[in-house]
């Protein structure tokens, strides 16, 4: 920016965003981006832990068979 | 009995020493993620600059052809398809999965040169890089994809070169498939908002 200060002619948020078009668009891009992290780590937790779930059952139903006495 | 380790996400069953995900595949996937958030921010941007134009494309440039990307798209949907085929042959029966590795891989050269070749002809009709915001974003964004798109093909070509020569662990065939699904997931997408 300090060697090409025309390059900010370019930002939207100082040059556009003055119509109503303009003003959803940043909305909805920004909830967009927003939500984006969360919603891909979060189901990737999600998965991780069912993963984790389905193995705890594996390895309850392999001690089962192993020593069935209750 | 499930445990944590440290700071470290590494959920380990007693009697299993193997990680719940393998390290191939999150490391892929933790990959995936922040490509995610880039063509996610190159999306925004692109809309945003789009909402702010009084028409679009701008004048004197050429529509992007929607309809016959719709070619490009089928291909690209069916080459992950045949992907997911391969990788349920693959632990039962190696050898069955050749085939249809090898035609995902087919159809996803057949993608990336047809991009090249819509490229040609978008160039042909004046739309550039410097043409206007709306070349700049269409090679932008088309471009990172068609990156994505010829590192994906890699990592099959390397994928198909060990299954044939009987090297291949089923967690990097997983990984590879993390990567394509990624690059066919995103293209959909792209298609429909930047093509449209």
Redesign the interface.
Known sequence: MLLLPSLADAC?VCT??N?E??Q???I???A??SV??PL??GG?VWW?RR??RQ??EQ?AR?EAVLDPTP | MVTRRHAHIHVVSESHHEPLVPNAVMGMLIFVVTEAMLFGGLISAFNIVRAGALEWPPPGQPRLPFETTAINTVALLASGVLLYIASRRYPKDPDSAKLPLLAAMLLGLFFVAFQGYEWATMLSQGLTLLSSTHGSFFYLIVGIHGLHALAALAVLVSAWHRIQRGWMAQSRLAAAEVFWYFVVGVWPVLWLVVYR
Do not use: E, K
Request: glycine share 8%; charged share 10%; net charge neutral.
């Open positions: 939207m556009g965003g119509t078009a303009s959803w668009a940043f909805w891009t920004t967009f981006m984006l992290p891909m780590i990737l991780i993963l984790a193995r705890a390895d392999a």
